[in-house]
């Protein structure tokens, strides 16, 4: 099992930035990718950005490219979300996620931080 906690989220003005953070433990080893997920109010859950552990190859959703930044610290098995130029319509509550395999479904996610910007 891997278990997955965030933190950094809040509330911020548009224009503003606000960094995330994902702690993982647990088995860490087995872990391939791990990537940041969204969801808004009454809207689906969806991607935001991904990081492949072995190659350090990324991924970003067209919404927040140029804007978002993923990146890790292998020292302590965390990956970051920093969100620059944050727009009304990145209010949502993010989650981290984790899966064993570089493609498919993710096997573990953290409980979720609120992002809210204000315009």
């Known amino acids: 099992q891997v278990q997955l906690v965030e933190s950094g989220g809040g509330l911020v003005q548009a224009g503003g930035s606000l960094r995330l953070s994902c702690a993982a433990s647990?088995?860490?080893?087995?872990?391939?990718?791990m990537a940041w997920f969204r969801q808004a109010p009454g809207k689906e859950r969806e991607f935001v950005a991904a990081?492949?552990?072995?190659?350090?190859?990324?991924n970003y959703a067209d919404s927040v490219k140029g804007r978002f930044t993923i990146a890790r610290d292998n020292a302590k098995n965390t990956i970051y979300l920093q969100m620059n130029s944050l727009k009304p319509e990145d209010t949502a509550v993010y989650y981290c996620a984790a899966r064993r395999t570089i493609i498919g479904k993710y096997d573990y996610w953290g409980q979720g931080t609120q992002v809210t910007v204000s315009s």
């Open positions: 647990g088995r860490t080893f087995s872990v391939a990718t």
């Open positions: 990081l492949d552990w072995g190659s350090s190859s990324t």
